[in-house]
């Protein structure tokens, strides 16, 4: 019961990492505002958990939502604890276009960036005004591909890269201001998520991707929601109490080396 008494809202939770984390925070005691535009599962994962959980329709890159949004946690009278800015795109779903720094158009390129650092910052935005009083988390989904390139997902390498770094300006704000919001960062890799899904194929194709991407991965294979669920926990709780602009990697140890690292007897 680490989130006993405590309030968190949650972006893209109908499925993949969001849905994780909501379920862990309900388990660990918290009351739960589900968040996606993924109306259906949403409402599924609203009904498992009953009176824990309350669904709010919610695309992250409309202020017009997060207004609705806000409004509603005002009228019902609910105090947020912590805000998860899961909610992100690869811009490849449904969409076979290059999204390298060369061939990546305009559209795709703004497309991604709309909900995954827009997204988040509404989500900070709203946030602060929201936990100023009282104080909370907030805590920003980056990846990976925050902190290194990926030339074919240009668009979703930059957006990650502008979350990572708004993040450590939200957490310098808050504390100049002495609003007791705490700001950081989560960077996954390799999780095994529906977002995987669309470039994963099926029957033997996919098998041997998911081997190909196992091979890339220190602990040679992939994680679990429920792995960067954990983590959500403890930036949730009070247990960071003293943790701010600051980021956590759950990625098998990929960010931990090189994948061009020198053989034993080539270190000199
Ligand atoms: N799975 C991984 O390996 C991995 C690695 C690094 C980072 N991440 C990040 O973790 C987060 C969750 O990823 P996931 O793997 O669970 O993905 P997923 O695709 O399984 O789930 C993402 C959820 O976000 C929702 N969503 C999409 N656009 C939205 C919008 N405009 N407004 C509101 N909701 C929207 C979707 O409906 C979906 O429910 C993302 O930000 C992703 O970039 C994932």
Known sequence: MRLKNKTAFITGAAQG????????????????????????????????????????????SKESDWKNAISIIQKKGLKLDAVVNNAGITGFNGNKAPMNPEECTIEDWQRVHKVNLDGVFFGCKYGIKLMKDRGGSIINMSSRSGIVGIPEAAPYASSKAAVRNHTKSVALYCAEKRYEIRCNSIHPAAILTPMWETMLGTGETRKKALKNIEAT??????????????????????????????????????LAGASASPKK????
């Open 17 to 60: 990492i969001g849905e994780a984390i909501a379920a862990s925070f309900v388990k660990e005691g918290a009351f739960v505002i589900i968040t996606d535009i993924h109306r259906e599962l949403d409402e599924k994962t609203a009904k498992k958990y009953g009176d824990k959980i309350l669904y709010i329709p919610l695309d992250v």
């Open 217 to 254: 991965v220190p602990l040679h294979r992939l994680g679990d929601p429920m792995d960067v669920a954990y983590a959500a926990i403890y930036l949730a709780a009070d247990e960071s109490n003293f943790m701010t602009g600051s980021e956590i990697h759950i990625d098998g140890g990929i």
């Open 265 to 268: 007897a080539e270190v000199t």
